[in-house]
Nanobody, 122 residues
Framework: VQLQASGGGSVQAGASLTLSCAVSGRDDNTHAMGWFRQTTGKEREWVAGINWDDHVTYYSHFVRGRFTISTDNARNMVVLQMNRLQPDDTAVYYC????????????????WGQGTLVTVSS
């Protein structure tokens, strides 16, 4: 599975951004997709995930209610809609894929897209 992330940018606090992850090489619905983020000197942290087969979604506590993850089957993409962005959301965001169901451990994801930078200023 190959992933290509896009959609980052610089916004003011309270604004919205949409991140997209184009997925190729996926032959069936056995994958789970996750969005993670990372800042300099910190470990990659899980943000949200979705199972491709049943579309069940999961969110970290710090984005629940503000971010929405979804799949676009027609375009083979995973989308992260980010609303009410805060300066603490500033990070490089990565999409990842793994077999099975969503988990929060980056080490369990076998494919990664390149990061896309999100900067939120106060």
């Amino acid at each position: 599975v190959q992933l290509q992330a896009s959609g980052g940018g610089s916004v003011q606090a309270g604004a919205s951004l949409t991140l997209s992850c184009a997925v190729s090489g996926r032959d069936d619905n056995t994958h789970a997709m996750g969005w993670f983020r990372q800042t300099t000197g910190k470990e990659r942290e899980w943000v949200a995930g979705i199972n491709w087969d049943d579309h069940v979604t999961y969110y970290s506590h710090f984005v629940r209610g503000r971010f929405t993850i979804s799949t676009d089957n027609a375009r083979n993409m995973v989308v992260l809609q980010m609303n009410r962005l805060q300066p603490d959301d500033t990070a490089v965001y990565y999409c990842g894929a793994k077999l099975g169901v969503v988990t929060s451990r980056p080490s369990e994801y076998t494919s990664w897209g390149q990061g896309t930078l999100v900067t939120v200023s106060s």
